[in-house]
């Protein structure tokens, strides 16, 4: 029984571990901004891995319609999986950014979320998303305030679809106006960038839940002094780790855990 520490998600309900595992090199190696480049694995490493951060405790699966085919692959590990084990997994996903042909295309709007997440249902092979966020171009505030995204997503929460909305932002600004209506936010956070800081304690403070991308800066910081300060931070819920590399994996998790136990 693995000890990796788990935390509930602001008020949403859900428990997520503290590493979560991000699936983008699951799906895609095009348009990265890795140090390197990669081979997506097969088909027999892509169920290994899973199947592997399961038994490490990570319960919550990161993934998006951006991420390639990976919300395809997923859709048939989690196929694969008991009851049980199926229903201790926090399944998120986004709407917004679709990667077709080696580029992204952004929609957003109430009929592209509403198409996107049917899609994302589908290919998922399950009737409800835990967590849905947006995945934004940037332009977080127009997205908010122009567009009807976010009273979709609150139609499909009140119709069983998703269980918890939020975003996963690129600006302060954007973030702190989610926080109106979110029930989770997504921020970058890490030693070289804590531009989010405030707003994540912030959302703390009004029972949202805050998780964490890019806290290795796409691969570019040492996870051992990334992790120990991602995760220092009370506000934090939840790492979220892309990854390959099982190995890897096990060894952030060890961090993680003497991290949130010290």
């Known amino acids: 029984m693995s000890l990796l520490p788990r935390r509930s998600l602001g008020q949403t309900g859900l428990i997520v571990s503290a590493i979560g595992f991000g699936s983008f090199k699951i799906g895609r190696n095009q348009g990265i901004k890795y140090p ?49 084990r199926r229903d201790e997994i926090v399944l998120s996903s986004k709407v917004g950014e679709r990667f077709v042909d080696g580029k992204s295309i952004y929609e957003f709007g109430a009929d592209a979320v509403i198409k996107s997440v049917e899609e994302s249902l589908r290919k998922l092979k399950t009737d409800h998303l835990d967590l849905l966020m947006i995945h934004s171009n940037g332009d ?3 997205i ?71 806290g290795l800066a796409a691969g570019h910081l040492d996870p051992q002094a990334a992790i120990e300060f991602v995760l220092s931070e009370s506000s934090v819920d939840s790492l979220v780790l892309g990854g390959l590399n099982l190995d890897h994996f096990a060894s952030n998790c060890r961090i993680a855990t003497e991290v949130r136990n010290a």
């Open 144 to 214: 908010l305030n122009e567009t009807d995204t976010v009273a979709a997503m609150q139609k499909l929460k009140q119709a069983g679809k998703v269980t918890a909305i939020g975003l996963s932002g690129k600006t302060v600004e954007g973030a702190r106006a989610s926080l109106e209506w979110a029930d989770v936010l997504m921020a970058e956070f890490h030693i070289q960038d804590d531009s989010h800081l405030s707003v994540m304690r912030e959302a703390q403070e009004s029972g949202i839940g805050v998780l964490v991308k890019k």
């Open 36 to 84: 390197s480049g990669y081979d997506l694995p097969t088909d027999v490493e892509c169920e290994r891995l899973f199947n592997g951060i399961l038994d490490l405790g990570i319960n919550l699966i990161d993934t998006a319609p951006a991420y390639g085919i990976a919300e395809e692959r997923l859709g048939q590990l989690l196929s694969q999986l008991s009851s049980h």
């Open 140 to 142: 977080d505030l127009h």
